[in-house]
C-alpha cells in the first residue's frame, strides 16, 4: 500500500504558474509509474500527465507545452509544474501510482484544487 498527498494547489490568475507536489508514504515510489489526473465541475476524470519508472513521460495534448511531470525518487516525491494556466485548468488535481505504464491508477490521493481566474 501506498498514501499520496498532494499538496500546492490555490488560486492563480491566468497566465500564471503553480507546483503541484505529491509526497508518499509507505511504499518507495520508484517502483511505481506516476501520474496526475484532474477533474472539473459536471467533467469527466481525465489523466493530464504519466511519468514512469524510466522516466519518460506523457502529456495530455491540452497541457503539452505547459506542464512538466517530475519526480525524486529519493524525496518519494513527485511534481506536476503548470505553466501559463488558463480558466479551463481549473478542476480538482490528483496524484496516482500504479503498476500501468499509460493509465496508472493503483493509488489516489485525495485531490487538491487548482483554481485559475480570467
Known amino acids: 500500500q501506498v498514501q499520496l498527498v498532494e499538496s500546492g494547489g490555490g488560486l492563480v490568475q491566468a497566465g500564471g504558474s503553480l507546483r503541484l507536489s505529491c509526497a508518499a508514504s509507505g511504499r518507495t515510489l520508484s517502483i511505481y509509474h506516476m501520474g496526475w489526473f484532474r477533474q472539473a465541475p459536471g467533467k469527466e476524470r481525465e489523466l493530464v500527465a504519466v511519468?514512469?519508472?524510466?522516466?519518460?513521460?506523457f502529456y495530455a495534448d491540452s497541457v503539452k507545452g505547459r506542464f512538466t511531470i517530475s519526480r525524486d525518487n529519493a524525496k518519494n516525491t513527485v511534481y506536476l509544474q503548470m505553466n501559463s494556466l488558463k480558466p479551463d485548468d481549473t478542476a480538482v488535481y490528483y496524484c496516482?501510482?500504479?503498476?500501468?505504464?499509460?493509465?496508472?491508477?493503483?493509488?489516489w490521493g485525495q485531490g487538491t484544487q487548482v483554481t485559475v481566474s480570467s
Open positions: 496516482t501510482a500504479g503498476n500501468s505504464n499509460y493509465f496508472p491508477n493503483d493509488y
Open positions: 511519468i514512469r519508472r524510466t522516466g519518460s513521460t
